[in-house]
């Protein structure tokens, strides 16, 4: 299989399959409709303009197609882009299929899985044990595919499930370190966190937002399932109001989405193990895209900033 898109430098012709994950219709100042669509495949993804575009182009370039484009690399704005010189949709007899393109969690979901019931079975508070347990069954599934995000951080297949793994693993280092914190509270925390996700979120594919996703989002929704599920459980104690304000305020501010700021100590904790999980998940991506010496694009969530990659790294 050829090299990934984003491996190739400006200037490069590129000739290959390509997953459209997403395609959005304007109009160009000549009057003419056109299509942006992003491309996808295993190392990230590239926007590119099709223009001139007819309806059936709109039909043929929808979202989850494969299609084969010829074209060249050019920089637009600071940013690789991709000129079309052809594109035609795959047909059943290329030798292509959707896995090819998905970029999938570095561990197994049966590790991840694994892992995860693992924190679950230390978990010494019966309320809180049950709570969680329920709540990852209840959306196993869909928790085990999902992406944790639409873009900036863990936007691939199973990036929930890592997302939740690489954080009760900091969880457990972040406790053995101050033993005042309540193991069972963080570790619910963690896993419950951003589970909302699974009713935000349209699925690991061209992911969007759902209408649920739009009107309440996944902090109002796991609010709601851990209410629900403790009212199937049977269980009233002070855990359920703890467990929802974790998850109420694991955004740490307002102007970043939390409806409330942290208020407990393990909510506080909660807040920073997962901003430091995103943000190395997305230093990381950035960084694995360039050459020692260089900078990265800029990366929209933290701050705009373009990171260096020092020459003397491994």
């Known amino acids: 299989m050829s090299k990934g898109i ?3 430098d400006v200037g490069e012709q590129i000739e290959q399959f390509l997953l459209i994950k997403n395609a959005t219709k304007g ?3 000549n009057g003419k409709p056109f299509l942006t669509l992003i491309f996808q495949d295993k190392s990230g993804e590239i926007e590119a303009k099709l223009w001139d575009v007819s309806d059936g182009d709109e039909k043929s370039f929808s979202p989850e197609t494969i299609v084969k484009v010829t074209g060249e690399i050019l920089n ?3 940013r690789n882009q991709l000129r079309i010189r052809q594109i035609r949709p ?3 007899t290329d030798p292509v299929k959707l896995a090819d393109f998905l970029e999938t969690a570095p561990l197994s979901t049966d590790e991840m899985m694994g892992k995860i019931t693992q924190y679950i079975f230390e978990m010494k508070n019966p309320n809180i044990q049950r709570i969680t347990r329920h709540l990852i069954k209840k959306h196993q599934n869909a928790f085990l595919e999902y992406p944790a995000a639409t873009k900036n951080h863990h936007e691939f297949v199973s990036g929930l499930a890592f ?3 690489s954080m009760l693993d900091l969880a457990k280092a972040i406790a053995g370190l101050y033993p005042s914190l309540d193991k069972d509270l963080l570790y619910s925390g963690v896993i419950l966190h951003d589970l909302g996700k699974v009713i935000e979120l349209s699925g690991p594919i061209s ?3 759902t209408i649920e996703g739009n009107l309440l989002g996944h902090i109002t929704i796991m609010v709601n399932e851990i209410g629900k599920a403790a009212d199937e459980l049977s269980i009233n104690g002070e855990e359920v109001l703890i467990l929802q304000h974790l998850v109420l305020s694991h955004h740490g501010k307002a102007e970043w989405g939390s409806p409330k700021p942290p208020l407990i100590k393990e909510a506080e904790i909660l807040h920073y193990i997962d901003n430091l999980d995103a943000k190395m998940n997305m230093l990381d991506r950035a960084l694995d895209r ?5 900078f990265t694009e800029r990366v929209f969530a933290l701050d705009n900033r373009s990171f260096y990659k ?3 790294h491994n």
Request: avoid cysteine; aromatic fraction near 20%; charge should be positive.
């Open 6 to 8: 984003m491996f190739y």
């Open 27 to 29: 109009i160009a100042s």
């Open 76 to 78: 637009y704005r600071g």
């Open 90 to 92: 795959a047909s059943p």
């Open 163 to 165: 997302h939740v793994v």
């Open 207 to 209: 992911t969007m937002y």
């Open 290 to 294: 360039v050459k020692p010496g260089e």
């Open 310 to 312: 020092p020459t003397f």
